[in-house]
């Protein structure tokens, strides 16, 4: 099976602060990948979709210059969450995908907690 | 109208059971279906895909039925390990869209 692996797992920071999720594909390349919120017993929301080497296409709502998306690398993608507010307090997940004809399904990382006080 | 719905549940079943969950979804152009299992406070892992002509593995079995635009998944001899939330996934333009997840608990 493939192997996302995402870091750190858990995050406490102070408001105003950024804080930067890791994403990286072990054991294949990911052509894309996916960034996800969810909050407590609901579904997961997707943020954004990222290809590696183009820009990020954010889903409606999600505010770019907040959630910085940098997919530099075919295993390595990364989301930044700028001036974070106890709002923002979330469970961050990314997953990641290989070509869709090759493999359409996509693998999870393990999430990250982000606590904001 | 969201573009993946599931019923939430919970579905209480006793151990040995047969459940059966359905999911709904939007866009006729979809391409891709998975069902992906989530537990508590974890990250979603994949379950199985969903083709047309119908899968099974071991003693679960998935269904498409793209005229109706329908997906279900059928757990046989419920085990308390099966206890999770049950996420249907569509996937369409390059996106992975989730329903919201149906909960299932088996009790003994």
């Known amino acids: 099976g493939a192997v996302v692996s995402q870091h750190p797992s858990r995050v406490i920071c102070k408001s105003g602060t950024s804080v930067k999720i890791e994403c990286r594909s072990l054991d294949f390349q990911a052509t894309t990948m996916f960034w996800y919120r969810q909050f407590p017993k609901k579904s997961l929301m997707l943020m954004a979709t990222s290809n590696e080497g183009s820009k990020a296409t954010y889903e409606q709502g999600v505010e770019k210059d907040k959630f910085l998306i940098n997919h530099a690398s075919l295993t390595l993608s990364t989301l930044t969450v700028t001036s974070a507010h106890p709002e923002d307090s979330s469970f961050y997940i990314c997953?990641?995908?290989?070509?869709?004809?090759?493999?359409?399904?996509?693998?999870f990382g393990q999430g990250t907690r982000l606590t904001v006080v | 109208r969201k573009e993946v719905e599931q019923d939430p549940g919970p579905f209480n079943v006793p151990e040995g059971a047969t459940v059966a969950f359905n999911c709904t979804y939007s866009?006729?152009?979809?391409?891709?279906f998975f069902w992906y299992r989530q537990d508590c406070r974890k990250e979603p892992k994949l379950l199985m895909s969903v083709y047309s002509s119908g899968n099974e593995d071991g003693r679960f079995t998935a269904q498409l039925n793209r005229a109706s635009q329908y997906i279900s998944l059928l757990i046989r001899d419920s085990k308390l390990s099966d206890s999770a939330t049950y996420l249907c996934v569509v996937s369409n333009t390059g996106k992975l869209i989730f329903g919201q997840g149906t909960t299932l608990q088996v009790k003994p």
């Open positions: 997953s990641a995908r290989d070509h869709p004809l090759l493999r359409p399904e996509a693998f």
């Open positions: 866009n006729s152009a979809s391409q891709s």
